[in-house]
């Protein structure tokens, strides 16, 4: 930065980034002209025409070399741009760029730095944000969970009591989902937004009764049946449990939610080469080939009302497939078309 600095006090070039580049080269095109004149006119013996090659092609070679070497010194300021740019993208690193230049660098210099800070902001304001909204949400879901603890003490006839218990299942359910939904908004947690190097072993026999007891009431207004394949019983994944239950649960929700009354789910968790597989099957009311993309974005136009007239935030299937590609894996989906039902499918390399 020091040669581009100099060059930026100079009056007719501190305006503009290309003037110094040009004024550079001009400098470095000259110098074998000047050298040559100082050969011809102060040398004291004779000279010969292979004398005056040899000095210009040297001369021309010594001048290209340092014109590059120049020049190469003068793009420091694109160099640091994008280096800052890098580490905040990569490691969230804050940098502190020169906004005092005037030029095309200067100002790129300044842009960036202003964008920077200016996400930062945004992301501690949206943090702060997320914090509240999920302390709120676990005050909201607590008042029940300690009102059915205090029936519970008070030793209440034991169908009351099972009401209560079902209560606090529910509400303990709820806080698991908070946790997992403010991990999942939260992209610059470490949880989330930084994909796990470390493995874990998930047994699949152990989450299921979680997804059951999220979806048991769902399934029994419908009057579906879920029907789930273990054929594969754990696999060596990068993904949390607890995030692969949500998405487990918010795609099976998903097929209740657009499957006809009395109708079945199929989910099958299996190995397919060396990929270990997940599928939720249903014969619901399915969708177009063309509207696949449209179903995984965020707050999607394709939003419908359930079979029961049940409502959609259009954010589900978009959270799920951010969950499942920042750990390493695929989410797709496929129908054969309206009123023949979905299919899911989740990928991990094993």
Avoid: W
Wanted: aromatic share 10%; net charge neutral.
């Amino acid at each position: 930065m020091k040669l581009y600095h100099k060059l930026s006090q100079i009056g007719f070039l501190k305006k503009s980034y290309a003037f110094k580049f040009l004024f550079v080269a001009f400098i470095g095109i000259h110098i074998p002209l000047i050298g040559i004149l100082f050969f011809v006119l102060y040398y004291k013996h004779s000279i010969s025409p292979t004398s005056i090659l040899v000095f210009s092609l040297i001369m021309t070679l010594l001048a290209t070399a340092i014109t590059l070497l120049v020049l190469n010194r003068l793009i420091k300021p694109i160099q640091t741009a994008s280096k800052a740019l890098n580490d905040y993208r990569n490691s969230r690193k804050l940098s502190v760029l020169p906004t005092e230049y005037t030029d095309e660098a200067g100002l790129l210099l300044c842009n960036i730095q202003e964008s920077i800070f200016e996400a930062e902001s945004f992301i501690n304001e949206k943090q702060d944000l997320i914090y509240m909204l999920s302390h709120d949400l676990k005050n909201f879901a607590g008042n029940p969970n300690g009102l059915a603890k205090l029936i519970i003490s008070e030793n209440p006839p034991e169908s009351i009591r099972n009401l209560a218990e079902l209560i606090c299942e529910s509400t303990d359910l709820q806080f698991r989902y908070i946790e997992n939904f403010i991990k999942l908004l939260n992209e610059q947690d470490q949880e989330v937004a930084k994909v796990s190097t470390e493995s874990r072993i998930i047994t699949f026999g152990s989450i299921i009764p979680f997804i059951n007891e999220q979806l048991e009431q769902r399934l029994l207004d419908k009057n579906i049946r879920l029907t789930i394949v273990v054929e594969a019983q754990e696999a060596l994944l990068k993904i949390d449990e607890g995030l692969l239950i949500q998405v487990l649960v918010n795609l099976i929700s998903n097929a209740v939610k657009f499957s006809y009354f009395d109708s079945e789910i199929k989910v099958r968790i299996y190995t397919e080469d060396s990929s270990l597989v997940i599928t939720v099957t249903d014969s619901g009311i399915g969708f177009d080939k063309h509207q696949i993309e449209e179903l995984f974005k965020k707050f999607t136009k394709m939003s419908r009302l359930g079979t029961a007239n049940e409502t959609s935030t259009g954010i589900g299937l978009y959270l799920c497939k951010k969950i499942i590609e920042r750990n390493k894996g695929r989410l797709s989906a496929a129908s054969e078309g309206k009123n023949k039902g979905a299919e899911f499918k989740i990928e991990f390399d094993v």
